[in-house]
């Protein structure tokens, strides 16, 4: 008997015990809705879903479809998931708590609030907060995951980039465009029956929007894609971002219009382009060019051990006792720069950490910050020098490089979800 059975075999003891111990009035048996490989997804689930989607579909203005349609593709959604997380813990990946809740306090700092005030302010919308931290602990595990399974596997060559630049040096100009996509999947090994049945679905999708249907609920009624609950929007890509399947149909339509029915080898994809930009070439940007000393905690160094022990090094510099750079090679455990006397060269927004960065941008050359903690442990910083640099080749390159190995995550990103949503196994219960 595998493990499977024997979890639906303790469950229906379970229900038999209640029904036989528990008066009749007060008879609840929570059914299970979905099997997926050797857990049970339940109708108590699904409802506690269904009540959150809804409550963020009204805050965002999006119109509910009819319950049966959402409950499915909820259910659908709940299933993917599952068989995932399964996949990721089977996968021996493992996410410190620690990890959690520095996650969560950049949350509650990016809404201007304290870690309570998240809470409370969770709680007021019908979240409960440890919910709220086992969903964060799932999005970290599922990233590691993701970046082990898809993306430490792709490789951009510098012809791929060369052939983007001439591209973009053909059409005189890079674009960008505001999309929202519906996704209508078929599986690894459909039959010519099945996927003419998928496409018989996803052509009706488009006829009710060219009928002028709403997107975001006909995404939230059928689309299969990961966002189809948030009403299917992709927000602002540039051309390099965008698949090229999608590229050569949005170039020709204006705003408001949707492509025609495109295939790949995941589905049919019905592509609407929102609106459309250029954007200027030239990149002008600030460099500062920085050092730090890093402590990091540990089993024998506490989170306050490393804040003082910067502390420390700091008074010692301020006070002319001793140099930043000497101090750096001894004490900092940045392998990297550490030797470099803390030195992290020359460099451009967004390429630190945001708690570094915002600490780094707000200091004057020559002036050291206090210590400030980061993921990667406790930092003191210095600014040595800043200036306006032209990079726009170096950044051309970079972007370009950036660009294509985003649109080969996500195909390869979305390739790997659906082989294992295929591979579970799933035995779906009746929804009432």
């Known amino acids: 008997?595998?493990?499977?059975?024997?979890?639906?075999?303790?469950?229906?003891?379970?229900?038999?015990?209640?029904?036989?111990?528990?008066?009749?009035?007060?008879?609840?048996?929570?059914?299970?809705a979905a099997v997926v490989n050797d857990e049970v997804i339940t109708r108590q689930e699904l409802e506690k879903r269904y009540q959150e989607i809804t409550q963020q579909m009204r805050g965002q203005n999006i119109q509910l479809p009819p319950r049966k349609l959402l409950e499915q593709q909820l259910m659908e959604r709940m299933i993917t998931?599952?068989?995932?997380?399964?996949?990721?813990?089977?996968?021996?990946?493992?996410?410190?708590?620690?990890?959690?809740?520095?996650?969560?306090?950049?949350?509650?700092?990016?809404?201007?609030?304290?870690?309570?005030?998240?809470?409370?302010?969770?709680?007021?919308?019908?979240?409960?907060?440890?919910?709220?931290?086992?969903?964060?602990?799932?999005e970290i595990l599922l990233a590691r995951t993701r970046e082990r399974q898809v993306d430490n596997k792709l490789t951009v060559s510098d012809a791929e980039i060369e052939g983007y630049l001439q591209t973009q040096s053909a059409q005189g100009k890079d674009e960008e465009f505001n999309?929202?996509?519906i996704l209508v999947t078929v599986q690894e090994n459909a039959s010519p029956e099945q996927i003419q049945a998928r496409k018989a679905r996803a052509e009706d999708i488009l006829s009710q929007l060219n009928k002028g249907g709403d997107f975001a609920q006909l995404s939230a009624s059928y689309s299969d894609a990961p966002n189809a609950l948030q009403g299917g929007g992709l927000g602002w890509k540039t051309s390099g971002q965008i698949p090229a399947l999608y590229l050569d149909?949005?170039?020709?339509?204006?705003?408001?219009?949707?492509?025609?029915?495109?295939?790949?080898?995941?589905?049919?994809?019905?592509?609407?382009?929102?609106?459309?930009?250029?954007?200027?070439?030239?990149?002008?940007?600030?460099?500062?060019?920085?050092?730090?000393?890093?402590?990091?905690?540990?089993?024998?160094?506490?989170?306050?051990?490393?804040k003082t022990r910067l502390q420390q090094i700091r008074e010692r510099v301020e006070q002319g006792g001793a140099k930043f750079e000497d101090l750096a090679r001894q004490y900092s455990e940045d392998l990297g720069s550490g030797s470099k006397g803390g030195e992290l060269n020359w460099v451009n927004p967004g390429d630190l950490v945001p708690e570094f960065q915002k600490a780094m941008d707000a200091l004057k050359p020559g002036e050291l910050s206090q210590p400030v903690q980061s993921p990667f442990g406790w930092h003191l910083i210095q600014v040595l020098e800043r200036r306006q640099q032209d990079v726009t080749e170096e950044r051309q390159r970079l972007q370009a490089r950036q660009n294509i190995r985003d649109r080969k995550s996500e195909e390869a990103f979305q390739e790997w979800v659906r082989q294992v949503r295929d591979q579970a196994y799933v035995e779906l219960r009746p929804l009432d």
């Open 1 to 32: 008997m595998n493990s499977r059975t024997l979890k639906l075999l303790a469950i229906a003891l379970l229900a038999t015990a209640t029904s036989v111990m528990a008066a009749p009035a007060i008879q609840t048996i929570d059914q299970i």
């Open 81 to 138: 998931e599952l068989a995932l997380l399964q996949f990721a813990k089977n996968s021996g990946i493992r996410v410190d708590p620690v990890q959690v809740e520095r996650a969560v306090q950049r949350i509650a700092e990016q809404n201007k609030l304290t870690v309570d005030q998240l809470r409370e302010a969770l709680e007021k919308d019908g979240m409960n907060f440890d919910r709220f931290r086992e969903n964060i602990r799932n």
């Open 179 to 181: 999309l929202s996509h």
């Open 249 to 306: 149909s949005l170039r020709n339509l204006k705003p408001g219009e949707t492509a025609p029915l495109l295939k790949s080898a995941n589905g049919f994809h019905i592509v609407k382009l929102n609106e459309k930009r250029g954007k200027d070439s030239t990149t002008v940007i600030t460099q500062t060019r920085v050092r730090h000393i890093l402590i990091k905690p540990s089993e024998l160094t506490s989170e306050s051990d490393a």
